[in-house]
């Protein structure tokens, strides 16, 4: 079956999740983030003019500010132009479908679309809908799928621990409504993790994690033993239907990453959280603003990372 990311040279076209994906076309992006990453630090001017002229659409169905921020960042360092599209006030709340909404931006000469959505699959409806000029980047759909999120996750692990064939890396916390998690997976194994744990209680599982290729822990201190690298995720709450846990509290005690816990870790462990961070929920404030946390630093990669997926879709740099 064709990959819909992928154009008839086998060049990715859009980018909506990193199941798929081979492990080159990943490296390509990681590599070419590392030319990107001191555009801000290095240059009096911040600006690169590799997307001039080209103009990118950010269509947040809704709402994130961290996210939409660095592909806004991203897409100016480039020297594109940006229209951030406010759907609270657009013809999408007063009954406009989704891909009207897309053929009138079409209209307006999209170049490139960033869209988060609520619905699972709503980048991939889009990419099947527009032109072959078009690109479609998939910056959360649903329960889906969150390719950037998770490649910059994974261009963080590199830049800390140089490589991936010899890591254990442990996942925690709401793995059955994370999108980041379902795409931090795929990329991990991908990239040759030999060793992705997922930690977690029962009820916050899908049913069939085990097929994904990861080792399940219930016990918070059992998973962590040894790894060297702690992905913590946020609690979707807005995601879950009825009482899947006794209360936040609770969850915290069993499976709140604190410093004790942390300790079963390797002492040079990585602590990685893609936000926003429930403080006292999922992480203790002492291990987030710790010495081996390195949550801030993936927010910095986060735009080299998405200002590398742009230009290789737009096939320049």
Do not use: W
């Not at 989704?98 to 889009?126: E, K, P, W, Y």
């Not at 822990?217 to 992905?231: I, K, N, S």
């Not at 936040?248 to 893609?274: C, N």
């Amino acid at each position: 079956m064709n990959n819909p990311q992928l154009n008839k040279h086998g060049e990715l076209q859009h980018l909506l999740s990193t199941e798929g994906l081979s492990a080159s076309i990943l490296f390509k992006i990681l590599d070419k983030a590392d030319s990107f990453l001191n555009v801000a630090e290095g240059r009096e001017i911040k600006k690169l003019p590799l997307l001039h002229g080209i103009s990118i659409f950010n269509i947040f169905f809704e709402n994130s500010t961290r996210t939409r921020t660095t592909f806004e960042i991203a897409a100016k360092r480039l020297s594109a132009d940006v229209v951030n599209l406010n759907i609270s006030s657009s013809s999408a709340s007063k009954g406009e479908s989704l891909l009207d909404t897309v053929d009138n931006l079409c209209a307006m000469h999209a170049d490139m679309f960033v869209v988060r959505h609520a619905q699972s699959g709503a980048a991939h409806l889009i990419a099947r809908h527009v032109a072959p000029e078009i690109h479609v980047i998939n910056a959360g759909d649903g329960r889906h799928a969150h390719p950037t999120q998770a490649l910059l996750d994974m261009f963080t692990i590199r830049y800390y621990k140089k490589e991936f064939h010899n890591l254990r890396v442990a996942i925690v916390g709401d793995i059955l409504h994370s999108r980041v998690a379902r795409s931090q997976i795929h990329a991990l194994t991908t990239l040759g993790v030999p060793e992705v744990r997922v930690i977690a209680p029962k009820t916050l599982l899908p049913g069939c994690v085990d097929k994904l290729g990861v080792r399940v822990f219930h016990d918070l201190a059992a998973g962590l033993r040894d790894v060297d690298v702690v992905m913590m995720l946020r609690l979707q709450n807005e995601r879950m239907q009825g009482a899947i846990l006794p209360s936040a509290q609770e969850y915290f005690k069993y499976y709140g990453l604190t410093q004790e816990k942390l300790a079963l870790a390797r002492s040079d462990a990585i602590v990685m959280h893609p936000g926003p961070m429930n403080r006292g929920v999922e992480i203790d404030s002492s291990v987030a603003d710790g010495a081996q946390s390195v949550i801030l630093p993936q927010v910095t990669f986060g735009i080299a990372v998405r200002m590398a997926v742009m230009s290789t879709l737009a096939g320049v740099g």
